[in-house]
């Protein structure tokens, strides 16, 4: 399991403890304006864990530790001046000074099933090894050679994954039978995939290990137990942006550089993602809250982790730090724009723009706002998806929404909207997005770039909100009365779709 540690306000200034420096494990210094006299970290590289200062106001500290555990639950600590508390496997200790005790739920149970509480070993195992895969570790373990010893697949399923890959251009691509196919790697097979075809490795002169241990930590910084922002989630958003990159506007006009920050954008764009909403955050008091002051908390800090990720494989250390710099700051300017919250306006500008026609794709400003358009687009593409997909995801999100409500409910604090199962459904949550958030987008951006492909997913949303609205009738006439003009909400709706569409991303 990961095990979190944190380090409130421990000044830079104060020498980091011996006991963390004896551990196996990387320091990475980073903050909004510089990097702070520190370790070099190549001499610390060792890693299963890693330790960052990462704070405006430089007085943060965060260790994040990997630990495998067999029979028993190692303890995690938090570190305070003066005091040290034991977090256990289900949360913190409750403060001491008049605070909550649901301050510090641990984000890493929060969707995992009482009846999964068994035998640690059982719950990991995704597949059983086939007999294809011992016979090749056992060719290996004796030192046979082997044509391709880098193979984690068996044949027959890299077969059909290889040829899936052939068409992840194409709308109706199967995330969920990739992700099977994959045995659950899917966000590494697509990214390597789409970064080689792209050219990308050869042009950057990328180390391939370092690319493919970068996807894996990447991979692995999702949380599987999330029924919606997980991998596989990250995945889909990665293949709808390729999508999009193909589109003619953009591939006339896309540099490979802005090729390389979409494509990155979207892999790391929900990175660590907790499965609870900024609103949940917020009122917890939650750390992350406090330390972003409440403003897009999440984006923030699935930035954030995705720069930590990057500076600890070193992806871009062979390239001049003007240049590193800069790649972190405009990926946190592309994961910044999925806050729901700016929807309206990004939306107005965006509109603005196509209504002046002044969009002029030779500007690398421009070509970075049609960027972050884009990665909206695919952040909450999944109800323009044909109706098979679209209707698996909505059960996910929903689940999630649901199991927010239920920990809050547990908790007695106010249940967020749409996030109580008792007062709403899977159609009439999917209703409301579709109508105030997904058509307003999705309109605008098929003036942008009007083809097949954007046709063809409004079309989806369009079957597939009627689906919804057959299952149930007394939502489709409200969303019906809710509409002014088509892909133009009125000023009601849009503020609605605020906190509605807060709970999706």
């Known amino acids: 399991m990961e095990l979190c540690y944190q380090l409130p306000v421990l000044p830079l200034d104060r020498p980091v403890p011996k006991h963390v420096l004896s551990r196996r494990g990387a320091i990475s210094f980073s903050s909004s304006s510089s990097l702070f006299g520190a370790p070099d970290p190549r001499q610390l590289s060792q890693r299963r864990g890693a330790i960052s200062y990462d704070s405006s106001d430089q007085t943060a500290l965060y260790i994040r530790m990997l630990a495998v555990t067999n029979k028993t639950i190692k303890p995690s600590f938090v570190f305070t001046p003066g005091d040290v508390r034991v977090r256990s496997q289900v949360g913190f200790e409750p403060e001491r000074r008049g605070s909550h005790p649901y301050l510090g739920v641990d984000f890493r149970t929060l969707h995992s099933r009482a009846e999964s509480a068994g035998s640690i070993p059982a719950r990991r195992i995704r597949r059983l090894f086939s007999f294809q895969r011992h016979l090749l570790s056992s060719r290996l373990l004796r030192g046979a050679p082997h044509l391709n010893p880098l193979h984690i697949l068996d044949e027959d399923y890299c077969g059909q994954a290889k040829c899936m890959l052939e068409k992840v251009g194409t709308w109706n691509f199967d995330i969920f039978l990739f ?16 970064l080689n075809q792209y050219g990308l490795i050869e042009l950057f002169q990328l180390d391939m ?108 250390s062979h390239l001049p730090a003007e240049d590193s710099l800069g790649i972190e700051r405009q990926l946190g300017s592309l994961i910044l724009a999925t806050d729901i919250t700016r929807q309206n306006e990004y939306l107005s500008r965006f509109r603005t723009h196509l209504d002046e026609n002044d969009l002029c794709l030779g500007h690398a400003s421009h070509r970075h706002f049609v960027l972050q358009m884009a990665l909206k687009c695919a952040d909450i593409c999944n109800p323009c998806r044909p109706w098979e997909l679209s209707k698996q995801w909505s059960e996910k999100v929903t689940e999630e ?105």
């Open 209 to 316: 290990v370092k690319v493919r241990r970068f996807l894996v930590l990447v991979q692995e910084d999702y949380h599987n137990q999330n029924p919606y922002h997980n991998a596989v989630h990250a995945a889909d958003v990665t293949q709808a942006m390729h999508c999009y990159l193909r589109e003619p506007k953009l591939a006339e006009s896309l540099t490979s550089f802005d090729i390389l920050l979409g494509l990155l954008a979207a892999v790391t764009h929900d990175l660590d993602h907790p499965g609870v909403n900024q609103p949940f955050l917020i009122k917890t008091n939650h750390y992350l809250a406090a330390l972003y002051r409440n403003t897009s908390v999440l984006e923030n800090h699935h930035w954030r982790s995705a720069v930590g990720l990057l500076r600890e494989t070193e992806l871009f």
């Open 401 to 505: 929404f649901f199991h927010q409500g239920d920990i809050e409910k547990k908790h007695k604090l106010e249940i967020s909207p749409l996030c109580d199962s008792e007062a709403n459904t899977i159609a009439s949550v999917q209703i409301g997005f579709m109508t105030y958030v997904v058509e307003p987008l999705f309109a605008e951006w098929a003036r942008f770039s009007d083809t097949r492909l954007s046709q063809t997913m409004l079309g989806h949303l369009g079957l597939n909100k009627a689906s919804w609205s057959a299952m149930d009738p007394e939502t489709s006439g409200s969303s019906e009365e809710g509409e002014s003009e088509p892909g133009r909400p009125t000023e009601e709706p849009s503020s609605r779709a605020l906190s509605q569409g807060s709970q999706e991303t």
């Open 179 to 194: 992700d099977r196919l994959t045995n659950g790697n899917s966000l590494v097979f697509l990214t390597f995939h789409l």
